[in-house]
């Protein structure tokens, strides 16, 4: 039975209250061009419950799983070994099937588990505090810019070039709304940061400086020095970690002087899982917790005495302040907090570096093999430093060497042409990731590969 809940009569009474004469008048924001006139062209109508399952099937059978061929992708989505203690805990029914608790002392359980979520990542990411997580990684930059502006009363907001561009257009489809300026560039193929040119952009009515910690070619720029300019302008610095692995084996943001550090959690606990869901980190500064977005989970004890958990802060647009809410997040991603709480547990402090310490070694162990692939000119590692994601300079496009390494079945890195279509300068450098995972025969085979394909 089909769901039919208006009738014509009812929805032509709901388009007058708003003032629209058509359905169509809702999608005028929409370009034309991209609006359907018809149903789909070459797609059937209807089909078979076992012919639909047996034709996916066959579309998922050409998918190449990171776990079956050698996996060298990264650029802000890395592949990590997950215990498979972590989703046994993360099933259980009150974890599993749990909603945002609004009445939330009586959620003891959700608001423990998102308590030690944010110690673990306000330790993480050297900040005093930490909300209960966000929607990714992208999203909780603007909120990190979004917050800037509200704490300095600015809006001008100064993006590092080694940001990644999936997170600057994030920033920047949000800041269409806002009236905030975003300045930004591509980045070089250079060996180091541009921290220079990120200093030399800061004036007086900047909000905030936002860089990438690594940044987005592995780079790894220096946070103080910014910090330092940023601060002497009155502005903010944001820290972008989008492999929260490599603070394993790097100082915190938050303790070489960045004020909001933001990040991806994925890399701890929560896996690839096709493009989503993930986690955003968030952590600031105490003295701008009523800024913050998100929600706050903070410790107590009750009228007994007894250790309690409550929701300290929530100023979420479905609570307390709603339209004066400092963000439109309306719920934390719980069970992938979760899973990043479990799996650090597990790690605990001497885990986490330890495991950032092999991924580095992976790193070295690769570049180095690169190295040796002959050609004149054959492949040149970009990165004096990094932890476990290097970029390569190839005598060729990268997009047509990761389409061959794909047909020989190695998945062997993120072409920079592939984020920067616009950066011609660009096109010949690959993104290279590796983590505790790759293996010695997988290095091999991508050292193999390269040389057959720039032969």
């Known amino acids: 039975m089909r769901y039919l809940p208006l009738t014509p009569a009812e929805r032509t009474d709901m388009l007058g209250v708003i003032g629209a004469n058509t359905v169509d008048d809702l ?37 190449l799983a990171a776990s079956q061929v050698p996996f060298f992708l990264g650029a802000g989505a890395y592949r990590h070994h997950v215990p498979a203690s972590v989703d046994h ?16 002392e009586i959620a003891q359980g959700t608001l423990q588990m998102l308590f030690e979520f944010q110690t673990q990542v306000a330790r993480l990411l050297g900040t005093e505090i930490a909300n209960a997580s966000m929607y990714d990684g992208s ?7 979004a917050m800037a502006g509200r704490v300095t009363k600015r809006s001008r907001a100064v993006l590092c070039s080694g940001l990644h561009p999936h997170y600057v257009s994030t920033v920047r489809t949000m800041a269409r709304f806002t009236g905030d300026v975003i300045e930004w560039a591509a980045p070089r193929l250079e060996a180091a940061a541009d921290e220079v040119g990120v ?29 330092e ?25 938050g303790n070489l002087g960045a004020d909001i550090v933001v990040g991806e ?11 989503g869901p993930y986690l955003g980190l968030f952590g600031c500064r105490e003295k701008f917790v009523r800024q913050m977005p998100g929600r706050l989970c903070g410790e107590t004890v009750d009228a007994e005495g007894k250790r309690g958990f409550v929701l300290t802060l929530s100023t979420r647009e479905q609570h307390i302040r709603r339209e004066k809410a400092t963000s439109n997040i309306c719920t934390n991603a719980g069970l992938c907090a979760l899973a990043f709480s479990v799996h650090m547990t597990l790690l605990g402090g001497e885990g986490l570096s330890r495991l950032a310490r092999l991924s580095h070694a992976r790193a070295q162990q690769t570049a180095a093999r690169l190295a040796r692939v002959p050609g004149v000119p054959g492949v040149r590692v970009l990165n004096d430093v990094y932890v476990n994601e290097f970029a390569v300079v190839l005598p060729k496009d990268a997009r047509d060497v990761v389409r061959q ?20 300068d660009l096109a010949n450098g690959l993104l290279i990731c590796t983590s505790e995972m790759t293996t010695d025969a997988e290095i091999e085979a991508l050292g193999q590969a390269l040389e057959g394909v720039l032969a």
């Not at 940023?230 to 100082?251: D, F, N, S």
């Open 89 to 104: 805990l993360i099933q259980r029914g009150e974890f599993l099937t749990a909603y945002t608790p609004y009445q939330p």
């Open 405 to 424: 390494l794909a047909d020989n079945r190695i998945l062997g890195g993120v072409s920079l042409g592939r984020l920067y279509p616009d950066a011609p």
């Open 229 to 253: 300019a940023a601060h002497a302008h009155g502005a903010l610095l944001v820290a972008v970690v989008t492999e929260p692995v490599a603070l394993g084996l790097i100082e915190a943001p």
């Open 139 to 145: 999203t909780a930059c603007w909120e990190a810019v």
């Open 27 to 63: 999608f005028v924001d929409v370009p034309a061009e991209a609006r359907l006139s018809g149903p789909i062209a070459d797609l059937p109508m209807h089909a078979s419950e076992m012919a639909v399952e047996r034709h996916m099937a066959a579309l998922a059978g050409k998918n």
């Open 265 to 275: 959690g994925q890399s701890i606990g929560v896996g690839l899982q096709f493009g």
């Open 199 to 227: 200093i030399a952009a800061i004036d007086d009515q900047t909000s905030c400086v936002v860089v990438q910690y690594p940044d987005i070619l592995g780079r790894i720029p220096d946070l103080a020095a910014i910090a």
